[in-house]
C-alpha cells in the first residue's frame, strides 16, 4: 500500500489500482480526489470536509462513494446509498478496502464550543486516521496518521497519545497551520529534544509518499 499526504489531514491510499482518499477538507488541492475510488470522512469541520467540493467529485464519477459520520452523511442527502453513515465498532469493506472504525467524537476545544461526531478508520489493519481526536485503537496500528497541531491540543498531549497507540511508526497530519519553524520544534519535542516517544516519527510534505 502506498501513503500519498495531500496537505493538512488529507492522505490517499493506494494499492493494486484503488484509490481511497481521506478527508480531502479546505487546506488540500482538490486535485486529491481526482481519480478516487472512494472517500472516507472523519467529521464535518471544514479542514477535513467541503461539502460542495466532494458534492461535485461525486456528480462527477456516478460510481464514487463515501464512509462517513452520521452528520457528515447528513449534510450529503439526495446521493441515496452512496453515502454510508458509520458508527464505532464498524467493520465495513471500501473499495476493496478492509476498515475498521474507532471513536465517536471530536476533542474537545473550548468547554463553551460544541463537539462533533468523529470518526478515525484504521485501513486494512495497517495506517490509522483518528481525525481530531486522540482516540486509541483496541488493536495493533502499524503507522498512525498523527494530528500534530491544532487548537484542541498540546504538544505533551501529541506525545502521550503516541506513546498510548504504540504504533510502529508515526506519520504527522494536521499540520497545515505550522510553519516550518513550529514543525522543526514539535518534531523535536517528539525526537531528540524532548521527552520522545519509542515510535518512529516522521513528516511527509505535500505530494510525498511512503510505502507500508
Known amino acids: 500500500m ?3 499526504k495531500h496537505g493538512h489531514a488529507c492522505v490517499v491510499l493506494e494499492d ?3 484509490r481511497l482518499v481521506v478527508d480531502p477538507g479546505a487546506f488540500t488541492d482538490p486535485a486529491a480526489l481526482d481519480g478516487a475510488t472512494a472517500v472516507l470522512v472523519t467529521h464535518e469541520h471544514p479542514d477535513h470536509f467541503v461539502g460542495e467540493r466532494l458534492r461535485a467529485a461525486l456528480d462527477a ?4 462513494e463515501v464512509w462517513t459520520n ?3 452523511a447528513g449534510q450529503l442527502e439526495g446521493l441515496g ?3 454510508h453513515a458509520v ?3 464498524d467493520a465495513v469493506t471500501v473499495a476493496g478496502f478492509d476498515v475498521q472504525v474507532h ?3 471530536h476533542a474537545v476545544i473550548h468547554p463553551e464550543l460544541p463537539r462533533v461526531r468523529n470518526v478515525g478508520f484504521l485501513v486494512a489493519g495497517r495506517v490509522f486516521h483518528p481525525g481530531d481526536a486522540f482516540t486509541v485503537p483496541d488493536a495493533p ?3 498512525l496518521l498523527l494530528p500534530l497541531h491544532a487548537p484542541w491540543s498540546k504538544t505533551a498531549e501529541v506525545v502521550d497519545y503516541v506513546r498510548a497507540v504504540g504504533a510502529e511508526r508515526a506519520f504527522a497530519v494536521h499540520d497545515g497551520l505550522l510553519n516550518d519553524t513550529g514543525l522543526g520544534v514539535v518534531a523535536g519535542l517528539l525526537g531528540e529534544r524532548g521527552p520522545g516517544t519509542p515510535t518512529p516519527y516522521a513528516r511527509l510534505a505535500p505530494g510525498e509518499s511512503v510505502g507500508l
Not at 61 to 64: G, K, N, Q, T, V
Open 2 to 4: 502506498q501513503l500519498t
Open 16 to 18: 493494486d489500482g484503488r
Open 61 to 64: 464519477d456516478p460510481a464514487l
Open 70 to 72: 452520521p452528520s457528515v
Open 81 to 83: 446509498g452512496r453515502v
Open 87 to 89: 458508527g464505532h465498532g
Open 103 to 105: 471513536g465517536e467524537w
Open 141 to 143: 496500528v502499524p503507522a
